[in-house]
């Protein structure tokens, strides 16, 4: 009887861990299907950039694609939320972001020359900097964030 009722608990507690985590996968692959179909530039801000650039191939639609990613990494660390100082410097960094963004948009419009090429090779250098910075924000002190969010914030600003 006893090992009856053990195997009866071994498998609820089986099929519970399975379901949880079935129910996971589907809800991660639901949130993330829903961003990379969204225009959102920033988490719940839409971008100005065109609509198909979600999945065009151009290079500033990749840009456009890289800058969102990143700063939706940097949307997703837990800590910053806690910390109005923090989230001031992140909302100055969105600014940054959407600034970038348009320069991009200004520079699709443009013809191919010497001066796109440039535009976009420094477009490109502070979008690398901005993907570096989710990974340095973990677990650092916040007077850290906030310095490198602003060291960013400052690279977007110039490129």
Do not use: C
Not at 13 to 28: E, Q, T
Not at 128 to 152: F, G, H, N, T
Request: glycine residues 4%.
């Amino acid at each position: 009887m006893i090992a009856i009722i053990v195997i009866v608990v071994t498998i609820v507690v089986a099929l519970f861990i399975l379901g949880g985590a079935a129910w996971f996968a589907w809800d991660s692959d639901k949130r993330v299907k829903k961003f990379a179909r969204s225009t959102d530039l920033v988490p719940g801000k839409p971008g100005r950039a065109p609509a198909d650039w979600t999945t065009a191939t151009s290079k500033e639609a990749l840009l456009h694609q890289r800058i969102r990613y990143a700063i939706a990494d940097v949307h997703a660390n837990p800590a910053i939320p806690h910390d109005p100082d923090v989230v001031a410097v992140r909302d100055r960094l969105d600014d940054a972001v959407f600034d970038l963004d348009d320069k991009l948009i200004a520079v699709a419009e443009m013809s191919e020359g010497e001066e796109k090429v440039a535009r976009l090779s420094s477009a490109e250098a502070a979008v690398r900097v901005l993907e570096e910075l989710p990974k340095k924000l973990w677990e650092a002190p916040k007077e850290v964030q906030i310095d490198d969010i602003e060291k960013v914030t400052s690279a977007l600003t110039r490129a």
